[in-house]
């Protein structure tokens, strides 16, 4: 199996040696590809207005002076003259990526340019909140994880979402399969300041945000001591509404 890996916390993220040290328990053949520096909240943005550089960092270790999804894109497009990957790992994330934080989230990113190119892709995100465990649930648990995802013929454009929750690895309760969740109130709050030339400047916070533990949901799994793992869709559309949308416009 070749894997390729990436992230949207960059080439030397503590995470990402985590994932690499996971990926290559699973295969010889691994090509590391991630940004040069950190890219958190980048989302699904592709580098357009200025061209992006690719640097080795060692054996099969390269990183992209761009996006998590310039350097999924580029790996596949220069890395991989003989065939592209088997499978694609984002991660590990220094944070959770959950409910409506997907759709900001480069590391979901990272996983959703590879299923567009058809290949299957998996997201693996570490909740940190006030734990001194680390990234050992994710390290520890991975494979437990993995293995059937791997095994399992997901839809096309299929990402599978897995959250490791802020515990020891002995602590951890088991696996979920889970729906999204979604968050009550906008997020996080805006900070205002002025810089030394007396310009004002906003900086957006990252403060917990309120969410209501609906049943069945990665906000629960998480807050209850399991692993979530959903799978998200990349087709947006909200088909219950086509019928009515399509009556609207009948003349």
Not at 7 to 30: Q, R, Y
Not at 204 to 229: C, K, M, Q, R
């Amino acid at each position: 199996m070749r894997i390729l890996l990436c992230n949207d916390d960059g080439i030397h993220a503590p995470g990402f040696a985590v994932l690499e040290k996971i990926a290559h328990a699973l295969s010889d053949d691994v090509i590391a590809c991630a940004p040069a520096e950190e890219n958190s909240g980048a989302g699904h943005s592709l580098t357009l207005h200025h061209p992006v550089r690719l640097k080795e960092f060692g054996d099969k270790r390269y990183a992209v002076t761009g996006t998590p999804t310039d350097a999924v894109n580029l790996a596949l497009r220069k890395l991989f003259p003989d065939g592209g990957p088997n499978l694609i790992l984002s991660g590990v994330n220094n944070g959770e990526n959950l409910a409506d934080d997907v759709t900001y989230s480069g590391t979901i990113s990272a996983a959703m340019e590879g299923a567009l190119a058809g290949i299957p892709a998996i997201a693996l995100s570490q909740a940190m909140r006030e734990s001194a465990a680390g990234f050992e649930a994710a390290e520890q648990w991975a494979a437990k994880v993995l293995k059937p995802l791997i095994e399992a013929q997901l839809p096309k454009r299929t990402v599978v979402n897995v959250n490791f929750p802020a515990l020891p690895a002995n602590a951890v309760k088991g696996i979920r399969v889970v729906r999204q969740g979604f968050h009550d109130y906008a997020r996080g709050s805006l900070l205002e300041g002025t810089d030394p030339r007396g310009r004002p400047y906003y900086w957006f916070g990252l403060d917990d945000i309120e969410h209501s533990l609906d049943h069945g949901t990665d906000l629960e799994a998480i807050s209850e001591g399991y692993i979530s793992v959903t799978p998200l869709q990349l087709d947006l559309t909200h088909h219950a509404s086509l019928g009515s949308l399509a009556e609207s416009f009948d003349t």
